[in-house]
């Protein structure tokens, strides 16, 4: 039990792994360890800012498996990227209940990456859709977001994990991580690689977080999961749930 000190989590990018977050969420509130202070990278800032806006996990479950992966992103003309977002806009802001992030009921900071400077950043007011989509917007895949002149794209480019705005908010700080790195035999496609090199870059900046954090939660079942496997939501949030409760079982102990 949290015994009144404030909670701060941080959530990871990991495309569609991010439903195992929800899986967290719903043990972190078993255990009583409902978060105060939210953070969160693409998937991680989709999860967040329903969560921040009053959405139960088993809610957030519902809403965003309830979409097939076509209504999420289409192809377009690779101007700027591959893929079109814009499905995913429309079910971030058609489902959400607040606009500004300023607004939520618990505050809560999105990671994104300015392409212009070349430097990650934690929003934490402005407009709550357009600034979750660019956090997921993985470059060269799908397309960047444009505000007020400056490119965006996913916060994943340059802190998968935003603990940083969490530092001296929260008496206690958990991480989440969807994606961990555990040893494969060499991979054996053009995606797999792709996929594996990928991960790689996001965990070499996770290693060098240990001090920023009391608590990572991190399944390692997950790495079994592709990151567009929305049909096997619930197996991922199972997966989550039964983890996090494990490892808070444990934290508790200690």
Not at 225 to 253: C, P, R, T, V, W
Request: aromatic share 10%.
């Amino acid at each position: 039990m949290k015994d009144g000190k404030s909670i701060g989590l941080a959530l990871s990018g990991g495309a569609a792994r991010g439903f195992a977050h929800l899986g967290t969420l719903k043990a972190m509130e078993e255990m009583g360890y409902k978060p105060d202070f939210l953070s969160g990278c693409s998937a991680g800032a989709i999860t967040a800012a329903f969560y921040a806006d009053g959405f139960s996990p088993e809610e957030i479950l519902e809403i965003l498996s309830s979409y097939k992966l076509k209504k999420f992103f289409r192809f377009g003309l690779p101007k700027r990227g591959f893929m079109k977002s814009s499905g995913l806009f429309r079910i971030i802001k058609n489902n959400l209940r607040t606009s500004k992030i300023e607004d939520l009921p618990i505050p809560l900071w999105i990671s994104v990456t300015n392409m212009n400077k070349g430097i990650p950043e934690y929003i934490n007011e402005g407009d709550l859709a357009r600034h979750v989509l660019a956090s997921a917007s993985i470059p060269i895949i799908f397309r960047p977001v444009i505000m007020k002149g400056t490119m965006y794209v996913d916060g994943g480019v340059m802190d998968n994990l935003p603990l940083t705005p969490l530092q001296g908010k929260a008496d206690i700080i958990i991480a989440s991580n969807v994606s961990p790195i555990i040893d494969c035999n060499p991979p054996n496609s053009l995606k797999k690689v792709a996929e594996r090199t990928f991960l790689l870059a996001l965990h070499t900046k996770i290693l060098s977080q240990k001090n920023m954090y009391d608590l990572l939660l991190e399944p390692e079942e997950m790495h079994e999961y592709g990151f567009f496997e929305i049909k096997k939501a619930k197996k991922m949030f199972d997966i989550g749930y039964q983890q996090s409760l494990l490892d808070l079982k444990h934290f508790n102990e200690k």
